[in-house]
């Protein structure tokens, strides 16, 4: 093995370089970002003060501009997959879908930071070049068929998201979140790599479909087992899998709130996206190790996370490990993958998407509601209803989006993480679909208990003046309204594109 | 199939028109208070205009077209799962249906003059309007997940209306309901799933998932499972012994109109969901689930009624005895034959005319006394006698005095269980009959006692002369005139709703013959 790598090495370094064919339609997203990035650079030097209150509009602009190609490349149909990079990269519609997701996810949390960043005394330009960038990572994440590429997209988006943590810097624990979801996320980095380093080892390629071949035709279980295993605890950390999940509720309570949205949104899903493109195009053939740990990874994250947000007090915090939990809901097609491996992308990138707008409409809600309470505790948000009905409206459809009651998205969510797991009728499925079930129910009970807050209680201050809702807001909040009742009522909407997405291989 | 606007339309009008009407609400302002009621009582007038003459053309069919599936509409919805918007009618669904369309407007006019604490009419009447589509929706729908989405629909208005409207224990109460449904609503889901899959994942159509469970050979094991699963999700819906606890607490929480709404038709869903769903489904399994469905109805016979002899809250006791009735309803599905789902349906809808009308008098004797404790009331008959007659009336019709709606409902179950479908033990059930038919002695001592207390003797002193206590007042004569009327006309001619039934469930109870043998 090691004198073919070497052997490879040697042909390489003989032959002249030659640029590789580059596909630049495929790649036109990518770079429009990159664009943005090195664009907003150079406009603060030269513009400085001046130019920043237009930061916002111009990376939400730009945001929307990367979108364009990513619909003429869906549309181009007749042409996908693009395989690019010998196959390291590949831009199918599962990675469009996603790539659309994550461009949408970057323009709602442009809005969502546009009054909190510029009244609050921050560094504007940096900020939105460093969401620009990991925003960069994330599509590039969706198209990585290669563990070099993964890990670059992964690093990618990561390291902005440590700076922005601790972006309200004379704030103890701001600093607290920064340091904590770094110091986590660079240890989650090195088993990542530690796993990595296992699989080029006994494949001698970085390519995930290499390494499948490899695994498949190899003998050595217990390395390959190893392999498997830290690399996938590696991705664990970046979707706040329990027990890897210790970091996500003092960095969501510490970042600014509209940085939280984005690591509780955007940053989680990229990290599933890592999990499916590994899992599902590397390990085919490994589903006797892959499943149980999976099964176990996800029973374990959903009902772990669902019972500590039932003690939560604080907003944040009980959204912290909401999202704990969902990220089980949504690990959990993975435990079958081996015989339904089929539907599981459509499922996670399902419940990604719909999950995004609910999640990100909550948090939008949390800065209205912040902007008149200065608090995120629970009990602040008493007796909404009386003064801002709309607002409640509106929360009490994301909440129960998240809880899975028709007729709101999230329940359509939940019905195809549900079919993925009865179909065949397994017993690792059929046991932990009931799982979910019983968790689905524990977490409506926290879930109502806002509602209950909003409707029912007196308002704790008696402070009932109206709540402005300033426009960028107001544009968040009715996207995410509108797409998840949409997506709940007509869940064909979703499933037309979503619906049926399998990984190409190169 | 006729094409004419009924036929394509009349189904989803009736269902979302109230849906349209709570829109139009949203977008006025709630200071007046007056066009809101105006809105949803003509609303929900309209709706049940509409399904009025769905359900008068339907009776005109006569009796040899009431066993099909009519009005069917069949649109595309969730093309990856297969499942579809179908929506249509037939004998079993047009009694309850119909149940809906009159008691919803007769909330609205109720509520004239009494919308409960913490006012906001805007918001309370548009909750009923959105549980006026979940409950219609949910008795048309042809298709699994469809009736899904609006089987759960209905839960979140009822939560608010507990949650805000309600008595002191209203948080409590509101919690209690929406986690209990869930719960049995989650793994409902999973079984629907799991029925999807064994049937080759093709459809979620009713009827063709019946028939494909015939003609596939599917293990018995795995249909038990399945029902199963049913079972909880519409066993803690109509609630049955032991997961009835959340009722008792919703019913004495929620306003009077929540309590009404929940008596007359929520519950409905839950062995409607049975019949329709499980039963139809899963006739095989069915059979092997019928005698532990009957132990569970006769237990929640008996529980029921003990439970109401220990209450001194009025509300409570009328909650207690909704799980007594009830039992006879799931008893007389659990015999599987013609003669018991027959008496089931006519049980659901009696129980919906009494009981609802037993919570309406409820809530007005507490909007005047500002109790329900039993023992401080008293002479309701001297301080309010058409009130004290009227409740007279509702508990001799709720304990089942022939000529009375409540006996069609309870007698013929308890006959039922004397020979149930073959393939179930006809001794066992022979057990549950009498003790099915003491339950009635018990009924009949809890709901006199209840009379004797409240509207007999004299009002005791701190009511004497209360001049908040007035009698009977326009807006509860023509809520209330209607229920009573259609108590004596079913009472007196049964055969009105035993004939409409009777077709659908005779093609059902062959099926289960035929799965019994």
């Known amino acids: 093995m090691l004198a073919l790598a070497a052997s490879t090495i040697a042909q390489i370094a003989l032959e002249p370089f030659s640029r590789p064919e580059i596909d630049w339609h495929a790649v036109a997203p990518e770079l429009i970002l990159l664009a943005l990035g090195a664009l907003i650079t150079v406009i603060d030097l030269v513009g400085l003060e001046k130019v920043r209150k237009w930061m916002p509009t111009l990376t939400s602009f730009a945001f929307l501009a990367a979108l364009i190609p990513v619909l003429t490349l869906w549309n181009d149909g007749g042409e996908l997959p693009r395989s690019l990079f010998d196959g390291a990269y590949v831009v199918d519609r599962y990675s469009l879908v996603l790539k659309g997701l994550f461009l949408l996810t970057g323009y709602v949390v442009v809005l969502l930071s546009t009054n909190y960043m510029s009244e609050g005394d921050y560094y504007d330009s940096e900020y939105y070049q460093l969401i620009a960038a990991s925003i960069l990572g994330m599509v590039v994440m969706t198209s990585s068929r290669d563990l070099i590429s993964i890990f670059v997209a992964l690093e990618l988006l990561s390291i902005p998201a440590y700076l922005m943590a601790a972006w309200r810097k004379r704030d103890l624990k701001s600093n607290e979140a920064g340091l904590k979801y770094m110091l986590m996320g660079v240890f989650a980095s090195g088993i990542l790599l530690y796993g990595m380093s296992l699989l080029y080892g006994v494949s001698g390629s970085t390519k995930l479909t290499d390494i499948a071949t490899a695994l498949s035709t190899g003998s050595s279980k217990p390395l390959f087992t190893l392999a498997i295993v830290f690399t996938i605890i590696g991705f664990g950390f970046k979707v706040s899998a329990v027990p890897f999940h210790t970091w996500a509720p003092d960095t969501y309570e510490g970042a600014p709130t509209p940085l939280t949205a984005f690591l509780a949104v955007a940053s989680k899903a990229a990290g599933f996206v890592a999990m499916i493109n590994v899992i599902i195009v590397a390990f085919p053939g490994q589903a006797d190790v892959v499943e149980p740990l999976m099964a176990v990874l996800a029973a374990v994250t959903m009902t772990v996370g669902n019972f500590i947000a039932l003690r939560q007090t604080n907003m944040v915090r009980m959204l912290a490990y909401s999202g704990v939990a969902q990220a089980g809901y949504i690990m959990a097609p993975l435990a079958v993958y081996g015989t339904n491996g089929d539907r599981v992308p459509s499922a996670m990138v399902t419940y990604l998407v719909i999950y995004a707008a609910m999640n990100l409409g909550a948090f939008a809600v949390i800065l209205v509601a912040a902007r008149k309470t200065r608090s995120a505790e629970i009990s602040s948000f008493g007796g909404m209803f009386g003064y801002a009905p709309g607002l409640t409206l509106a929360m009490t459809l994301f909440l129960f989006s998240l809880a899975g009651i028709p007729p709101v998205g999230g329940w359509w969510a939940k019905f195809e993480i549900f079919r993925v797991l009865t179909e065949g009728h397994r017993a690792i499925g059929i046991v932990l679909a009931v799982i979910l079930a019983v968790n689905s129910v524990i977490a409506a009970f926290y879930y109502l208990s806002i509602t209950k807050q909003m409707w029912f209680m007196p308002t704790p201050d008696g402070d009932e003046s109206p709540v402005t809702i300033p426009p960028a807001l107001q544009v968040a909040l009715v996207l995410t309204v509108i797409v998840t009742l949409a997506s709940g009522i007509l869940p064909g909407l979703v499933s037309d594109m979503a619906g049926n997405l399998q990984l190409a291989l190169p | ?517």
Request: glycine content about 10%; hydrophobic content about 55%.
């Open chain 2, 1 to 517: 199939m006729e094409h004419t606007f009924l036929a394509d339309y009349g189904i989803s009008l009736m269902v979302f028109l109230p849906l349209v009407g709570a829109a139009l609400m949203m977008l006025i302002s709630g200071k007046n208070e007056e066009i809101h009621k105006q809105i949803a009582l003509g609303t929900t007038v309209l709706t049940g205009l509409v399904g009025g003459w769905l359900v008068t053309d339907f009776y005109r069919l006569g009796s040899e077209h009431w066993g099909e599936l009519r009005y069917g509409v069949d649109k595309s919805w969730i093309d990856i799962v297969n499942a579809r918007y179908t929506v249509a009618v037939d004998g079993i669904s047009i009694p309850l249906i119909a149940l809906t369309l009159l008691v919803v407007p007769l909330v609205i006019v109720y509520s004239w003059n009494h919308i409960p604490n913490p006012g906001n009419a805007k918001a309370f009447l548009m909750l009923i309007l959105v549980l006026h589509t979940g409950m219609l929706g949910s008795f048309v729908a042809q298709d699994l997940v469809l009736f899904f989405v609006f089987f759960e629909v209905v839960l979140l208005p009822m939560y608010f209306m507990i949650g805000v409207w309600g008595g002191e224990q209203r948080l409590y109460a509101a919690i209690k309901f929406f986690l209990f449904t869930l719960f049995g609503s989650a793994l409902m889901l999973v079984s629907f799933l799991a029925l999807y899959w064994a049937t080759g994942g093709t459809t979620f159509n009713m009827v063709e998932l019946a028939a494909l469970v015939q003609s596939s050979d599917i293990k018995i094991g795995t249909q038990v499972l399945i029902f199963g699963g049913m079972f909880m999700g519409f066993g803690i819906k109509v609630p049955m012994f032991p997961f009835h606890t959340w009722l008792p607490d919703a019913h004495t929480q929620a306003p009077t109109q929540g309590s009404v709404i929940l008596a007359a038709v929520l519950l409905k869903l839950g062995t409607y969901g049975f019949i329709r769903i499980a039963i139809q489904i899963l006739p095989e399994a069915a059979i092997k689930w019928a005698p532990w469905i009957g132990l569970l109805a006769v237990i929640g016979i008996i529980y029921g009624a003990l439970g109401c002899l220990a209450q001194t809250d009025m509300k409570r006791l009328i909650a207690f005895s909704s799980v007594a009735h009830m039992g006879y309803v799931m008893l007389g599905i659990a015999t599987m034959t013609d003669f018991g789902l027959n008496a089931a349906i006519f049980g659901m809808v009696a129980h919906g005319l009494i009981t609802g009308m037993l919570f309406f008098v409820a809530g007005s004797i507490k909007e005047r006394y500002h109790t329900l404790e039993i023992k401080r009331l008293g002479g309701l008959l001297i301080s309010a006698p058409r009130m004290g007659w009227i409740l007279g009336f509702c508990v001799m019709a709720s304990l089942g005095l022939p000529g009375l709606a409540g006996f069609w409902g309870e007698f013929p179950a308890i006959l039922a269980a004397y020979q149930p479908q073959e393939g179930i033990s006809e001794s066992l059930f022979r057990v549950y009959m009498v003790v099915a038919a003491i339950g009635t002695v018990l009924a009949a001592g809890y709901l006199l006692w209840l009379l004797q207390r409240t509207a007999f003797g004299n009002p005791s002193e701190e009511f004497e002369d209360d001049p908040a206590i007035t009698d009977v007042v326009f807006t509860e004569w023509v809520a209330w005139i209607p229920l009573l009327a259609l108590i004596v006309l079913f009472g007196f001619v049964p055969g009105l709703m035993f004939d409409l039934t009777d077709g659908p469930v005779t093609a059902l109870a062959n099926a289960l013959a035929a799965a019994g043998k």
